[in-house]
């Protein structure tokens, strides 16, 4: 065992796979579950595209949380690992007609529904099963987050949501429909979000909405603030866990709730981006002009997130305690792009060597892909492995 890893547990697994640490996910889990219970009528849905490993779903649903889904896939998934269908959240731009069935079949909590033609149909579909379906309105809040451009949300220039001009209008053509009622409003800004000063801009828009519409009589019973809370990156021992209280606090005593008002939150990346390693091998150390490569067996197709978004993970070699060399660290797919980190730190490696790449548990497994015709990393838990 070297640091957080039971290696000696690696030996008759296939490389590349997931290693999700269940201990520190039960941990996070824990501080949610209290951070929640210290505010009045707070839900949280975990948002489900981050990872969808299902022995990481059923230990998320034990502790009580709701789901936040983007397909029929992620409804499935969600419903498969025992969230309760009032309890399941449906967004996304581009709903198929037999997703917003599914979600109409099992009695879903809401769909979070961003334009006008999505709204027709829905009161279609809905009508024709003779049902009402709850709604929310995903608003665009046209708020900046600091955050990587391809992952930011909440700009009028994203395909995000309704403008802020046309809400109010869009939830009249709600009210005249008979199979849909509307309930709440969602937002959402962007993810990797460290700055509590932008939560408080997403707030400030809230508090705006909520007066303007109390002005117009417009009742709204949910708000929903999406996710975005970031991780640490840089320090995956260190800070294991978000700062949920910060996070939770900043938000809570910003929004002005009106009378029986409930908050929603969809953090995806902050409860389980900590928890999972990408664990895979080293097949060749080779010499270059300048440098020297560690070539994994893990590519860009197990782990896509530094060649589409240039993200830092952290690099340990956990077979070697020899003294540190730097090397480039790449993967074996037919791309210049896949590169893991380049002048990484490591202790001094040669073949067979087992390397985690850390804070790989959101956006990893699930975002895998079979380019090169390369097989589906496999995931595992703590508890898999016992
Ligand atoms: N709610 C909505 C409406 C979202 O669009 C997202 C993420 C979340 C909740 C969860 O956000 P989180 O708490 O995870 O930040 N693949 C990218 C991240 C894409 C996030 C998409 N939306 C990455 O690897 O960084």
Same mark, same amino acid.
């Given at each position: ?163 802020? $001009?046309? +809400?109010? @209008? *869009?939830?009249?053509?709600? =009210? ?6 509307? #309930? ?92 999972? $390693?990408? +664990?895979? @091998? *080293?097949?060749?150390?080779? =010499? ?6 560690? #070539? ?91």
């Amino acid at each position: 065992m070297k640091g957080v890893f039971p290696v000696g547990k690696f030996a008759d697994l296939q490389t590349p796979f997931y290693y999700y640490d269940t201990r520190i996910l039960r941990q996070t889990l824990e501080v949610i579950r209290q951070e929640t219970n210290k505010m009045e009528r707070a839900v949280v849905h975990y948002a489900i595209k981050a990872n969808a490993n299902p022995q990481v779903l059923r230990t998320i649903r034990e502790y009580g949380l709701g789901a936040d889904c983007v397909s029929g896939g992620e409804i499935k998934a969600a419903l498969q690992a025992g969230f309760s269908p009032d309890k399941i959240v449906f967004a996304g731009v581009g709903k198929a007609d037999w997703e917003i069935n599914l979600g109409l079949e099992h009695g879903i909590f809401c769909f979070n529904v961003e334009s006008i033609p999505e709204l027709e149909i829905i009161n279609e579909l809905a009508a024709a099963k003779g049902v009402v379906a709850n709604v929310e309105f995903r608003v665009n809040p046209d708020v900046k987050a600091h955050t990587h451009a391809n992952i930011t949300t909440g700009l009028a220039e994203n395909k995000f949501g309704i403008a802020l $001009s046309d +809400i109010e @209008k *869009v939830i009249a053509l709600a =009210q005249q429909m008979e199979h849909v009622k509307f #309930i709440g409003l969602h937002f959402h800004i962007g993810s990797q979000i460290l700055n509590m000063n932008d939560f408080a801009a997403l707030c400030n828009r809230v508090n705006e909405l909520l007066e303007q519409f109390e002005k117009h009589h417009i009742k709204v019973e949910n708000i929903n603030v999406g996710g975005g809370l970031g991780v640490d990156y840089q320090h995956p021992n260190r800070q294991a866990i978000p700062d949920f209280q910060d996070y939770f606090k900043t938000i809570n005593s910003l929004i002005r709730r009106r009378e029986g008002q409930v908050l929603h939150f969809e953090p995806g990346r902050s409860v389980v981006a900590q928890c999972g $390693s990408l +664990i895979s @091998k *080293v097949l060749y150390v080779k =010499q270059g002009t300048n440098k020297q490569f560690a #070539i994994l067996d893990a590519g860009m197709t197990d782990l896509i997130r530094p060649a589409l978004y240039q993200a830092y993970h952290k690099i340990e070699n956990i077979s070697s305690e020899l003294p540190m060399e730097t090397y480039d660290v790449v993967g074996p797919i037919c791309e210049s792009s896949d590169v893991f980190g380049k002048a990484v730190d490591l202790n001094q490696t040669k073949r067979g060597d087992y390397i985690a790449i850390r804070s790989a548990g959101a956006y990893g497994e699930i975002m895998a892909s079979q380019y090169n015709c390369r097989a589906l990393p496999k995931g595992y838990t703590t508890e898999d492995l016992l």
